[in-house]
């Protein structure tokens, strides 16, 4: 444990590094401790780099030193030399902070070097490519020697995927995915598997859009995501990594780190009690990044102190759920949503699951999924962009709908099939039920693209004020009454328009915002617009002013009749006239209602599509699925 270098010759003379002068008869000690460097790390994000000097030693009397990580700026000025504590002494001897740092580089030889990741996800190897995550490498064989993972956020360090031992244990875990992928209801479960096993895919096409589970309370949506997430770590089984109370930077930066893999986003909503939540502009605005940063694969762009500074955008498929959705067209067509509505969800099969992602089950699935694809991954880059094109073009019907919709629905049913198609690999389930779970599975994504539509149906302007007279009625600001008593009986939702049951007895609340009569809603426009106001101020945003929205609406084609060069028109009603809006009733509020999970998908529900004549299941997806040429990808595989 010596080194010599010209003039210069050290050493380990008493436990301590010695400067050696002459023929060696005579030497200096530099310090009261020897040390050397035994790894020379070079870590990085992604983005930035840095190397770091892995540091051991020992004091004088043989007491062992803490292993230290030095970055190679700070290692010439011996600062690092503080983390020993009080006992370690460096002597004042002529040029010290020159001869120690010189000596421990001298002593310390050549020494090996390490690539330290402090992130998950793919990153190329000598052999290949291997997938990071916090505890182990998966991947080729004889890799693991020259990476280390080293991930410093409490949340992130969740990300661990560990392989079972035994093969019993990987077949045991697969057929606990195969069992959660099997849960009703179908059109929520499927997309969000798809979306699960399309996050180690990054690596061959971009993920530019986020998926969205929307739903009420008591849906079961965040254990849903949750099931999801701990695909990626049984730590996640009863918690996820991020939450919409973060700031922007935070998020962004958390979906970088977490390369090619699932990051669920917890609960998009707001609470009435804006000291204890988010408002609802702060909230808009983290969507606005987060989601546009996704769709977009860019980040926000700084200033450095004399340049702009290196962005972060997600490497991630981004999850979350909430009760509301953001606003804009532009913006939900970056989201996938998947619709859930309470009870459809069995609770005692989703205790079943929640168990097996405690037991670290889905994990293990995922580990040895991932590990299939490094050993195909070569072949799995040329085809996999090739069979997204094919199925863009078998989802080419749901373009009414959003010109994103294709695409993210072929991306999706992709990842749901290379999970069905790693299942046949391992002999879990037969040619023939691969075949069965695919056909079945074109129906439901289908389905769900075409719901996609809902997403879009209303101007921003119109649905928030609908939403908020809604929520006014809901806390007995107001109410909507009949013009014939009739038809109060058989109305279905009279609890959702100010109504309140007392012991089999229907009483009304607050100021009478209008009447409905059959199809039309007669809005009286002050009282309604004002309580919708008061709504929305206590949440933090406000509507746009009386005349535009009415003039919005109008556009629209809600308003169904008015007077010349005027919206408003008036109505006779009890022997008064009154000045109203006429609105069409359906039309205005289903979108509202479906989102509280009333309505029936025709009266107050989601709008109807209907696909067009003759054009039922053209490019059907199941019968050429994996075809990219004269091969069969799958089968290959």
């Known amino acids: 444990m010596s080194g010599a270098h010209s003039d210069y010759t050290f050493d380990i003379v008493e436990g301590c590094i010695s400067h050696v002068h002459g023929d060696g008869d005579n030497s200096t000690k530099l310090c009261n401790f020897a040390c050397k460097i035994i790894e020379e790390h070079t870590v990085t994000n992604g983005i930035i780099s840095r190397i770091e000097f892995l540091v051991e030693g020992y004091f004088s009397d043989g007491t062992p030193l803490p292993t230290v990580s030095v970055p190679t700026e700070r290692f010439n000025s011996l600062g690092w030399v503080s983390q020993y504590g009080s006992r370690a002494i460096i002597y004042p001897v002529k040029q010290v902070k020159d001869l120690l740092p010189l000596a421990i580089r001298m002593i310390s030889g050549v020494v090996p070097k390490k690539t330290v990741v402090s992130h998950t996800g793919w990153v190329e190897s000598s052999h290949g490519h291997v997938y990071m995550t916090n505890g182990s490498v998966i991947g080729t064989d004889g890799d693991e020697a020259h990476f280390e993972v080293a991930i410093e956020d409490p949340q992130l360090r969740k990300f661990a995927i560990n392989p079972g031992e035994e093969d019993h244990e990987l077949e045991q875990s697969l057929r606990a995915c195969l069992a959660l992928a099997q849960m009703n209801p179908s059109q929520a479960i499927l997309p969000l598997i798809g979306a699960t096993f399309l996050a180690p895919l990054q690596c061959f096409i971009p993920l530019d859009f986020s998926v969205f589970l929307h739903g009420v309370t008591g849906s079961f949506k965040s254990q849903l ?256 009454d009949f013009i014939n008593p009739d038809e109060f009986h058989f109305f279905e939702w009279k609890d959702s328009i100010g109504w309140t049951n007392i012991n089999g007895e229907w009483h009304k609340n607050g100021l009478r915002f209008g009447w409905i009569a059959g199809e039309s809603l007669y809005l009286l426009p002050a009282i309604s617009y004002d309580a919708a106001l008061k709504k929305s101020k206590s949440k933090g945003f406000t509507l746009e002013t009386r005349g535009r929205l009415w003039k919005r609406l109008h556009e629209q084609g809600l308003v169904l009749s008015s007077d010349p060069d005027r919206i408003g028109t008036r109505k006779y009603v009890n022997g008064i006239h009154h000045r109203v809006v006429h609105l069409d009733f359906a039309e205005c509020f289903k979108d509202t209602f479906r989102r509280r999970g009333e309505g029936d998908g025709q009266g107050m529900g989601n709008p109807g599509y209907s696909e067009p004549a003759g054009q039922e299941h053209v490019n059907s997806v199941y019968p050429s699925i994996g075809a990219t040429g004269t091969d069969d990808f799958y089968d290959d595989l």
Not at 357 to 377: D, P, Q, R, T, V
């Open 225 to 480: 995501t949750m099931l999801c997430q701990s695909h990626y770590g049984r730590q996640f089984h009863n918690s996820l990594p991020g939450n919409w109370a973060s700031t922007e930077n935070a998020l962004e930066i958390m979906t970088f780190l977490a390369k090619d893999a699932v990051f669920v986003v917890d609960d998009f909503t707001y609470l009435r009690n804006e000291r204890s939540s988010l408002g609802y502009k702060e909230l808009e605005k983290k969507a606005e990044r987060i989601f546009r940063g996704q769709g977009n694969s860019t980040g926000r762009q700084r200033m450095g102190r004399n340049d702009l500074a290196r962005s972060y955008h997600s490497r991630a498929m981004i999850m979350t759920s909430g009760e509301t959705l953001p606003r804009g067209d532009s913006l939900l067509a970056r989201l996938f949503v998947v619709q859930l509505s309470k009870g459809d969800i069995d609770a005692s099969e989703l205790s079943h699951m929640q168990q097996y992602a405690a037991a670290g089950l889905f994990e293990n699935a995922m580990a040895g999924y991932i590990k299939w694809i490094s050993a195909n991954y070569d072949r799995l880059k040329d085809h996999i962009p090739a069979e997204i094109e094919r199925l863009r073009e078998c989802f080419s019907g749901l373009r009414s709908v959003h010109f994103r919709t294709p695409e993210n629905t072929a991306k999706l049913f992709l990842g749901f099939g290379m999970f069905i198609y790693y299942m046949k690999a391992m002999n879990i389930i037969s040619e023939s039920e691969a075949a069965s779970v695919l056909s079945q599975a074109e129906d439901i994504f289908l389905e769900v693209g075409r719901n996609q539509n809902s997403v879009f149906v209303y101007d921003d302007t119109a649905d928030l004020f609908f939403d908020q007279l809604i929520d006014a009625m809901a806390q007995g600001a107001g109410y909507i």
